[in-house]
């Protein structure tokens, strides 16, 4: 079973809709993020966190909320959706040196 | 500019040759970790460096944090080692926030 699930795998929305992402983390690890993926740019971070109810602010973090609601759930909230927001987007979680990813929600604004 | 840089951007080799990638910061890089995005997507973690070196199989990394750089020597190159290879710094009182560089990608071919 996958220590990191992101759901939907694939999501396809209108602009100005709502978006919300999801991750779940069974490693019991303190921090969580959030990525967006786009070419030419790499990952780029968009939000984390370090335990239920925490947040702090990433590198690309204009036009996302995120919340993280449990040890394990950690939420990305797109409240008016741009196409600009069309990308991958991977759900991490670490602790120490362990680092692992989800397989990617695909999100496409049309 | 990039906190960073990869290099190279993109690499191709021949199955059985070596070769190697590099990652220079330009922050105050206390570890660095290293990714591989295999060709389905999925991010899988191959390194966790302090100042110093590992080893794994063949593939080997470095990492100087005086110097700023790390790199990742792949020896006997094989067909499942292609794929995009990432550095992400971390750098001091950086909150467990790695910064990520834009990747290497890699073509093994036989």
């Known amino acids: 079973e996958a220590a990191v699930t992101q759901s939907p795998r694939n999501k396809v929305t209108v602009t100005g809709g709502n978006v919300t992402l999801s991750c779940r983390q069974t490693?019991?690890?303190?921090?969580m993020y959030w990525y967006r993926q786009d070419t030419g740019h790499g990952l780029r971070l968009i939000h984390y966190?370090?335990?239920?109810?925490?947040?702090q602010i990433g590198d690309v973090p204009d036009g996302y909320k995120a919340t993280r609601t449990t040890q394990e759930d950690f939420f990305l909230l797109l409240e008016l959706a741009s196409p600009s927001q069309t990308s991958l987007y991977f759900c991490?979680?670490?602790?120490?040196?362990?680092?692992?990813f989800g397989s990617g929600t695909r999100l496409l604004v049309i | 500019g990039d906190k960073v840089k990869q290099s190279p951007s993109a690499l191709s080799l021949q199955e059985g040759t070596n070769s190697a990638l590099r990652c220079n910061f330009s922050i105050a890089a206390t570890t660095v970790q290293w990714f591989l995005q295999n060709p389905r997507g999925s991010l899988m973690n191959l390194f966790y460096?302090?100042?110093g070196t590992k080893e794994n199989g063949r593939l080997k990394s470095a990492f100087d944090s005086k110097e700023s750089y790390s790199t990742l020597h792949i020896r006997d190159a094989q067909l499942e080692d292609s794929g995009t290879y990432f550095c992400a710094a971390e750098a001091s009182g950086g909150n467990y926030k790695p910064t990520f560089g834009k990747g290497t990608s890699l073509v093994v071919h036989p």
């Open positions: 460096l302090v100042p």
């Open positions: 966190s370090y335990g239920a109810g925490n947040l």
């Open positions: 991490a979680s670490s602790e120490g040196s362990d680092y692992t």
């Open positions: 490693n019991s690890h303190n921090y």
